[in-house]
Each structure stands twice: as structure tokens, then as C-alpha cells.
């Protein structure tokens, strides 16, 4: 891989309307995230549609103002609705070619493909923009289905040219092999949101971690 990974940062699975603006702009503030996924859901199952409009309506802004990309969790027809960049469907959800026809040609489409090489090398004959493989590490956010192994992204980066986004318990402190092994994007949610030192050191500390790794290989920044 030629490119400099980049931060994919997922909301935490329930945020406070009032005061998750605020720590999102610091956050976003702290160095490069190349999108912010909305995605409202926890063990009891997704948010309900109006809290989910109140949340963009609240951050897209903020996203745009950091030149941010905002995609959407799982429901096609409410990223088209609330003007998001984007939105990012599992194997259980939307089929990638309906959510395309309802987010539209210009719009990000994103697909879950666990750790199989057939979901992703579907998903991009598709079409897809990225794919997304994991879980690489424990994680506490949702119950993962699959654990990924960090060769598969080295497998994926030297064959193919769609985007891939590895997922799953990442921090800074875990994170270097996937980098190193080719992840386009490193999707964190926990990693940021709960850092000792907070979201904002988090993405700092993350940055740092890319130029390194990217001053000691030649690779470029995406952008």
C-alpha cells in the first residue's frame, strides 16, 4: 500500500444531543479523521428514527465545517432523507444494491464482510467504496460475529484497489500491525471515545502513529 492510513471514528452506541457536539468538534479539531460514522445502536437494538434525525441534524454540520464525511449505520433511506455522506450496511442489512439505489451514484457505500475474502471481493464487484473487515481485536461495543486475522488485510491491500476499513477493539496501542499489514482506514470507536486522556488526545495520538508509519514507508496521504 502506497497511502497513509486514515481514521474512520464510529459514535459511541448512545450519545447526549446537548453536550456530543461540543466534545465532536474538539475531537475533530485534534487531528485528520476522514469520517465520522453515526451509529446509534446498542444491545437493545437501534435508536429510534427521530433521535437518530436529531443527531445529524446536530453534527453534520460539524462534520462538513472539519470537512468530515458523515455516514449513516445500517438505514439507507434516513442517510438519503438527512443529506449524510454516506451510509455503511452489514450482511443482515440493506443489500448494497438497494442502498445504492436509494442514497444515490455520488453517495458513499460502505459493506460489513467480517473476515471472508468472497463478502468483500462481492461487495466490491458491486460497487462498494470500502469494505469493512474485522473484528481484529476484543471488543466491547457490540457482540462480533468473526475475528479477522491481520493478513487478510495485507492480502486485500496488495490484490485489490477498493478501499478496505479493518474494525473491531483497535487503539493506539494496538494498531501499528494493522497498519502496517495495509488498512486503508482504522475504525475506532472505544479507542477514541474512552482514551485516558480523552477523544481529542486520542486522534492526536493516532495521527501520529499514520506520519510515523508513513515517513518509514514513502506512503502517501489520502486525500
Not at 460489513?112 to 462498494?128: K, P, V, W, Y
Request: charged share 25%; aromatic share 6%.
Amino acid at each position: 500500500m502506497t497511502i497513509r492510513p486514515r481514521l474512520y471514528l464510529v459514535t459511541p452506541p448512545e450519545i447526549d444531543p446537548a453536550a456530543f457536539p461540543d466534545l465532536l468538534s474538539r475531537t475533530l479539531e485534534a487531528g485528520d479523521v476522514a469520517c465520522l460514522q453515526l451509529r446509534l445502536k446498542n444491545a437493545d437494538g437501534p435508536a429510534e428514527d427521530s433521535a437518530i434525525r436529531k443527531a445529524v441534524e446536530r453534527i453534520r454540520p460539524i462534520c462538513h465545517n472539519h470537512d468530515v464525511a458523515l455516514i449513516l449505520n445500517d438505514n439507507p433511506t434516513l442517510a438519503a432523507e438527512l443529506g449524510c455522506d454516506g451510509v455503511h450496511v452489514g450482511q443482515e442489512d440493506t443489500p448494497y444494491a438497494e442502498a445504492r439505489r436509494i442514497v444515490g451514484p455520488d453517495a458513499i457505500v460502505g459493506v460489513t464482510c467480517h473476515d471472508s475474502r468472497h463478502l468483500a471481493m462481492l461487495a466490491a464487484e458491486q460497487g462498494a467504496d470500502y469494505v469493512a473487515f474485522g473484528a481484529f481485536f476484543p471488543t466491547g461495543t457490540k457482540q462480533a460475529k468473526t475475528r479477522a486475522e491481520v493478513e487478510l488485510l495485507q492480502w486485500w491491500s496488495e490484490l485489490m484497489e477498493v478501499p478496505c476499513v479493518a474494525i473491531g477493539g483497535i487503539t493506539v496501542d494496538n494498531c501499528r500491525p494493522l497498519v502496517e499489514a495495509g488498512a486503508d482506514f482504522l475504525a475506532v470507536v472505544g479507542g477514541v471515545w474512552n482514551h485516558p486522556d480523552g477523544p481529542a488526545a486520542a486522534v492526536a495520538a493516532f495521527n501520529r502513529l499514520f506520519d510515523e508509519a508513513a515517513e518509514a514507508t514513502g506512503k502517501k496521504p489520502r486525500r
